[in-house]
């Protein structure tokens, strides 16, 4: 694996400087190669025929997704169902507009939340998620700590089998008691709600960015 090639590499120089028999300072391994192991996540609130959450993770060049009917909860008493549906390309985790009504999942789409997350534990994603127990930390604007996603056992019937998992926020510094996903039901890519995406209205983040572009500027010194 490359970026395995890489860490080690990177650390051929601290490794050959030290003898790990004399020295109680850990040897370059696994520690320090699962300490970026993750990627970017994303989460979209999507109007379609009912409305739900998507939650995505980039692993192996895609983002695996579910769709949480609930949404994630920064509560930890909480634990909501998330039905994992096909993967999508890593640049979706950009995506915010909206599909036109009679495609498959027409309705307006909002970027809810973005950012990266780390995998807590030395197995590899594709292993976690074969196993049915994903552990991870995420760095988002708005979700953040510890979570795990779980696959239901026994649950889901034919195409759905093994598709049925729980996310569940762990206890830890960024747990909120009673969160309500509803207080934060505006895009982190434009300020917008969700009726603003579905009415096609302008980015409340441009429009500010606009504010400062006319302010007076500076006089040129002419030449
Ligand atoms: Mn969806």
Known sequence: MKEHFHSVMSLEDYQRKRDFSKTPEPAAGHAAISAVRGGSFCVQRH?????????????????????????????????????????????????????????????????????????????????????????????????AGTWAIVRMKGRGKGGRAGKEWLLIKKKDAAAVTGWDIEQHAVSVKTGRTQAEIAADLPSKKKAASVKKKAAPRKKKVSA
């Open 47 to 143: 109007d379609a025929t009912h409305l739900h959450y998507d939650f995505r993770l980039e692993m192996g060049g895609t983002l695996k997704s579910w769709a949480v009917p609930k949404g994630p909860s920064l509560d930890p008493a909480v634990k909501h169902f998330a039905a994992q549906v096909e993967d999508h390309p890593i640049e979706y985790g950009d995506f915010e507009g909206n599909i036109p009504k009679g495609n498959y999942g027409g309705g307006s789409v909002m970027l809810w939340d973005r950012g990266t997350f780390q995998l807590i534990g030395p197995e590899s994603g594709e292993a976690q998620l074969e196993r049915g127990d994903l552990k991870f930390e995420l760095h988002g604007e708005k979700l």
